[in-house]
Every structure is written in C-alpha cells, then in structure tokens.
Antibody
Framework: EVQLVESGGGLVKPGGSLRLSCGAS????????MSWVRQAPGKGLEWVST????????YYADSVKGRFTISRDNPRNSVYLQMNSLRVEDTAVYYC???????????????WGQGALVTVSS | QSVLTQPPSVSAAPGQKVTISCSGS????????VSWYQHLPGTAPKLLIY???KRPSGIPDRFSGSKSGTSATLGITGLQTGDEADYYC???????????FGGGTKVTVL
C-alpha cells in the first residue's frame, strides 16, 4: 500500500524558515517523481514544486522560486521542502504527492499524503 | 485567478448526473493531458481521471473525463451523497513550465 506521511509543519514568523519532510512507503521510491502541492485557507490547490526520481530535474512555481528548495534522499525514501523567507501568504496545508517519473505532460499526482499545516504569522 | 477556469459550484439530486467544465488554453489543456482530483478539505486529494479520460484502478465508471480543444469535462453519473466534495482539473502548462490547477468546483448533492 502506498503511503505518504508529511511532517515538519508548524507556526513560524514572517521571514523565518521551515523544513517539511515526506516519508514514503509501499513503492520503489527512486522510480517516481515527487511533488509538493499546497492549499491556503479557503483557497484551491496550488502546485509548489516537483523533483524527478534521480534529482536531475526540479521545478518550482513562480510564487516560491528562489525561496523554496526541493530535495530527496532515495535511500531514506524521503522528499523535503526547505522553505526560507516565509511570507504570510505561504500559510497553507502542504501536501506531498507522487507522480510518474516521465515528461511533464504525462505527469499527474496519483497518491497524496494527508498534509502538514504551515502557519506564517507574527 | 487560476489559469484553468472551473465553475465554483454545481448541484444535482441523488442519482442524477453533473458535469464540471475546465477551460484553458493551447499552452495547457490544448496540448497536454488533463487530470481530475476529488478533495475533501483536510483529507488527501484523490486522483479520479488522468490522461484526459483514463480512470485509475478502484475509481468507479460513474466518473468519466473528456477533452475537446482547450476545454475538458468531468462527468459524474448516479450521484451519491458521498460524492459531495471539491473537484479540481489540472494540466501541465508548457508556457509557464508549471503544473496548473483549476480553481475548484464544489459538488452538492441536493
């Protein structure tokens, strides 16, 4: 059974940093791309970042480019999101999601975690 | 404002059918595959449709997807109370080099 479990969420002040982790099980982790998708309070889903299976390719939404960094540790079956220079508008539930390690047009998010809440507030 | 446009809400009685539209452009829906997700806030979103019209294993055939030009449609037949949720379309946008979601459509079973 595919399982994705996020951790590391919490309350942080504007300008601060936070690192989210997502532990995966039930599949060959290195064969899949991994992503972060967020949902701000009362808003819809917003894609944040994606990394391919061997970390060759990383994609970022314009809203987080230069502030967030995605990485993965295949032996540990984990993907991370380092979030720096956090803003109030980054407040959201952050979901970890799995996708095929293929060209972007074929890539969809087939399994998701339960999410981790990140609150940016003074 | 979302790159993909969906109606905010649709509703129908149990057993009836609803359709949810998703409008985009040639840089996303027009030249890339569309996926659809079901989401109850606070829970893990679920993939319903991928590659425009394919259903993952375990998704009932009451859910269907189609695409024409720069628009896509999700259909739900035999509506059940358990189908009350938010539904999102999604596609890769070649111009933005980003995955984009629609704003979401809330389905209400009357």
């Amino acid at each position: 059974e595919v399982q994705l479990v996020e951790s590391g969420g919490g309350l942080v002040k504007p300008g601060g940093s936070l690192r989210l982790s997502c532990g995966a099980s039930g599949f060959t982790f290195s064969s899949y791309g991994m992503s972060w998708v967020r949902q701000a309070p009362g808003k819809g889903l917003e894609w944040v970042s994606t990394i391919n299976g061997n970390s060759d390719y990383k994609y970022y939404a314009d809203s987080v480019k230069g502030r967030f960094t995605i990485s993965r540790d295949n032996p540990r079956n984990s993907v991370y999101l380092q979030m720096n220079s956090l803003r109030v508008e980054d407040t959201a539930v952050y979901y970890c999601a799995r996708g095929k390690d293929v060209a972007p047009t074929y890539h969809h998010f087939d399994y998701w975690g339960q999410g981790a809440l990140v609150t940016v507030s003074s | 404002q979302s790159v993909l446009t969906q109606p905010p809400s649709v509703s129908a009685a149990p057993g009836q059918k609803v359709t949810i539209s998703c409008s985009g452009s040639t840089s996303n829906i027009g030249n890339n595959y569309v996926s659809w997700y079901q989401h109850l806030p606070g829970t893990a979103p679920k993939l319903l449709i991928y590659d425009n019209d394919k259903r993952p294993s375990g998704i009932p055939d009451r859910f269907s997807g189609s695409k024409s030009g720069t628009s896509a449609t999700l259909g739900i037949t035999g509506l059940q109370t358990g189908d009350e949720a938010d539904y999102y379309c999604e596609a890769w946008d070649s111009s933005l080099s980003a995955w984009v979601f629609g704003g979401g459509t809330k389905v209400t079973v009357l």
